[in-house]
């Protein structure tokens, strides 16, 4: 059964402006190190998008029905993608592992990579993440942000680096209004990820 998750974006979070890192909330009870959309935050000012310094606004998406966590196979994943109105994005099928989904009322959603025997909603923070943010111009926006590390990454994606963290690289690309986020505990693994061109949206199932 499905069960509703809390926004990752506290309300004192909210408050504290868009330079402070929040910590994202996977589950009601997991705490990850994890930048819940903060290349959005830097560009729009604040989560609601209310600062006017950038055309690129973040969707609004209050009302998506929350979901999770719950580990899914990597044919689990692909059966998800018919019912979900918006794209999960990951980076490819892994040998072995479980995929624990989480979607919050935002629409944001996170895919964690989980080993063999690990549970579902598991409190450690050494996995792999690929999260999508709802994100209006995601690919103008990182293309504008000033003094960004940008990589060109496949499919003419961008990537940034989180330079004061860098186990986050986010990527945007054409004509897609989403933001991805890869998230790995080794900054080199979260780069090579990001940079290898298997970070795309689960197909669906084949009917």
């Known amino acids: 059964m499905e069960e509703p998750v809390p926004d990752p974006?506290?309300?004192?979070a909210?408050?504290?402006g868009p330079l402070r890192r929040p910590r994202v909330r996977i589950g009601a009870v997991v705490a990850l190190a994890v930048a819940a959309g903060v290349i959005a935050w830097v560009i729009v000012g604040t989560p609601d998008g209310?600062?006017?310094?950038?055309?690129?606004?973040p969707i609004a998406t209050t009302n998506a029905r929350p979901i999770g966590p719950v580990g899914?196979?990597?044919?689990?994943?692909?059966?998800?993608?018919?019912?979900i109105n918006q794209p999960i994005y990951w980076?490819?099928?892994?040998?072995?592992?479980?995929?624990?989904?989480?979607?919050?009322?935002?629409?944001?959603?996170?895919?964690?990579?989980?080993p063999p025997n690990v549970k579902v909603g598991v409190k450690r923070s050494i996995y792999l993440i690929v999260a999508t943010y709802p994100f209006r111009g995601a690919l103008q926006a990182l293309k504008n942000l000033a003094?960004?590390?940008?990589?060109?990454?496949?499919?003419?994606?961008?990537?940034?680096?989180?330079?004061?963290?860098p186990t986050s690289v986010h990527l945007a690309f054409p004509g897609v209004d989403?933001?991805?986020?890869?998230?790995?505990?080794?900054?080199?693994?979260?780069?090579?990820?990001?940079?290898?061109?298997s970070v795309r949206p689960v197909p669906s199932a084949a009917p």
């Open 178 to 197: 989403y933001q991805v986020e890869v998230y790995d505990p080794s900054p080199a693994q979260a780069l090579r990820v990001a940079r290898s061109g």
């Open 9 to 12: 974006e506290p309300p004192e």
């Open 50 to 57: 209310n600062n006017s310094r950038s055309s690129a606004d």
């Open 72 to 83: 899914l196979s990597a044919k689990g994943l692909e059966t998800l993608t018919q019912s």
């Open 91 to 114: 980076a490819g099928p892994a040998a072995s592992t479980l995929y624990e989904l989480t979607r919050t009322t935002a629409g944001k959603v996170f895919v964690r990579y989980l």
């Open 14 to 16: 909210r408050r504290r």
């Open 147 to 165: 003094g960004a590390h940008r990589i060109s990454i496949p499919r003419g994606g961008v990537a940034v680096v989180d330079q004061s963290h």
